[in-house]
C-alpha cells in the first residue's frame, strides 16, 4: 500500500467549490483503485467515491452524484475529488485509501471498516 497525504481542505460557504488531493508515495498509485471516505463530526465514516486503477471506472456515494468528481493522475501519482455545490452536509474529515492491488472492481468492498486510514486527512468546513 503506497503512502497517502491529502490535502485541500478548507472553509466554503454553501454552494462553494473545493478540489481536495490525495498524493501517493512509496508505491506507483497505478496499482490501486482509490477511494474517497469522509467523517462527519459525531458520525461514522461514510464512502464518498471511487476510481478505478486507470480511471475507467468509477462510483458514487448517492449523496454526493452529481455534485462530486473524482480523478486520478497516475503519472503525478495523485487522486483528486472536485466537489462542487457544496452543502454543509459535506462537511467533515476526508481521507483517501487504496484497496488492494489485486482488486476486481465489481467485487471491492467500499466500506470504510474495510480499509486503514493512516493520515491525517483534510478537514471540509461548509457554512450557511
Known amino acids: 500500500q503506497p503512502q497517502l497525504v491529502e490535502s485541500g481542505g478548507g472553509l466554503v460557504q454553501t454552494g462553494g467549490s473545493l478540489r481536495l488531493s490525495c498524493v501517493a508515495s512509496?508505491?506507483?498509485?497505478?496499482?490501486?483503485?482509490m477511494g474517497w471516505f469522509r467523517q462527519a463530526p459525531g458520525k461514522e465514516r461514510e464512502f464518498v467515491a471511487a476510481i478505478s486503477w486507470n480511471g475507467a471506472m468509477t462510483k458514487y456515494a448517492e449523496s454526493v452524484k452529481g455534485r462530486f468528481t473524482i480523478s486520478r493522475d497516475n503519472i503525478e501519482n495523485t487522486m483528486y475529488l472536485q466537489m462542487n455545490s457544496l452543502k454543509t452536509e459535506d462537511t467533515g474529515i476526508y481521507h483517501c485509501?487504496?484497496?488492494?492491488?489485486?482488486?476486481?472492481?465489481?467485487?471491492?468492498?467500499?466500506?470504510?471498516?474495510?480499509?486503514?486510514?493512516r493520515g491525517q486527512g483534510t478537514q471540509v468546513a461548509v457554512s450557511s
Open positions: 485509501a487504496a484497496a488492494p492491488a489485486s482488486s476486481i472492481w465489481a467485487h471491492i468492498n467500499w466500506s470504510p471498516a474495510v480499509f486503514q486510514f
Open positions: 512509496g508505491r506507483p498509485l497505478s496499482n490501486y483503485p
